[in-house]
């Protein structure tokens, strides 16, 4: 298991990102992709890492509600 500190935004259509609901937690998981499919509402629509090497996972109902997790270890 690996420890993740875990940004969660909840991004809905009519608001989008500057009003998203933004929560910070820390969990422990095999894998950001693990994390995701066992506490995630929506499928996974991308993956991506940024430059500092966070792993961040977008997934969404197709609708415009998104929520974009960023995985820092």
Request: with cysteine; proline share 4%.
């Amino acid at each position: 298991m690996r420890k993740f500190e875990i940004m969660i935004e909840d991004i809905n259509p009519c608001g989008g990102s500057q009003f998203a609901k933004r929560e910070i937690v820390e969990a422990e998981a095999e894998s950001p992709e693990a994390y995701v499919a066992e506490h995630g509402r929506f499928p996974i629509l991308d993956r991506s890492v940024t430059a500092d090497g966070d792993t961040v996972i977008t997934t969404g109902d197709g609708h415009g509600n998104l929520v974009k997790y960023t995985f820092t270890e």
